[in-house]
């Protein structure tokens, strides 16, 4: 099982700001089968980007995400006060164990 | 417009089982890969189970491997998880979710696992 560790646990920013949220995994494997979910309080998750950089409908060009091999990392290049959530990278694959990392909370002040 | 309805979630003693149902609408359900995900109530998402659009390939995580089962009617758009053997740490918000990956989720069913 590819294990994912996401950092930081909190991020606190001013609107404006640009948010940096890392995902490193325990073994290598193809960042095309690499994902990011938003998640706010009381609400199901949503798609933000998938295949490592490809962003999913509707999501905003602010959202963005790179990476390979072990490190991947979504940004927000100007976070804004409804960026306010929870983030989580997500590892998936054909016939493969599928894992979520353990999530970064995004606060906005 | 895509829907995702689970039902199923009930209050359920250890060691007893439950049966999840996600009934869908909007989309063609024969074409999707569909999953099962869990979140414990303050906690992460947890991933638990994926189907392949015909059925033929399944996944399990380790956590709940050999006790529960999922499954899928292409005739009727549902998708099943069978829950044997619960645990109280098996209590979470349990979501049914489209796609490769999870492209939508739907609202999610609570089950509660307790004496």
């Known amino acids: 099982e590819i294990v994912l560790t996401q950092s930081p646990d909190t991020l606190s920013l001013s609107p404006g700001e640009r948010a940096t949220l890392s995902c490193r995994a325990s073994?290598?494997?193809?960042?095309?089968?690499l994902a990011w979910h938003q998640q706010k309080p009381g609400q199901a998750p949503r798609l933000l980007i998938f295949?490592?950089?490809r962003r999913a409908s509707g999501i905003p060009d602010r959202f963005s995400g790179v990476g390979s091999g072990t490190d991947l990392t979504l940004t927000i290049s100007r976070v804004e006060p409804e960026d306010s959530a929870i983030y989580y990278c997500q590892q998936y694959g054909s016939s493969v164990q599928w894992t979520f990392g353990q999530g970064t909370k995004v606060e906005i002040k | 417009q895509v829907h995702l309805v689970e039902s199923g979630g009930a209050l359920v003693k250890p060691g007893g089982s439950l049966r999840l149902f996600c009934e869908t609408s909007g989309f063609n359900f024969n074409d999707y890969y569909m999953s099962w995900i869990r979140q414990a109530p303050g906690k992460g998402l947890e991933w638990l189970s994926t189907?392949?659009?015909?059925?033929?390939?399944?996944s399990y995580a380790d956590s709940v491997k050999g006790r529960f089962s999922i499954s899928r009617d292409n005739a009727k758009s549902s998708l099943y998880l069978q829950m044997n053997s619960l645990r109280v740490e098996d209590t979470a918000l349990y979501y049914c979710?489209?796609?490769?990956?999870?492209?939508?989720w739907g609202q999610g069913t609570l089950v509660t696992v307790s004496s």
């Open positions: 189907i392949s659009s015909s059925g033929s390939s399944i």
């Open positions: 073994q290598s494997f193809r960042s095309s089968y």
């Open positions: 979710a489209r796609g490769y990956p999870t492209e939508f």
């Open positions: 295949g490592a950089s």
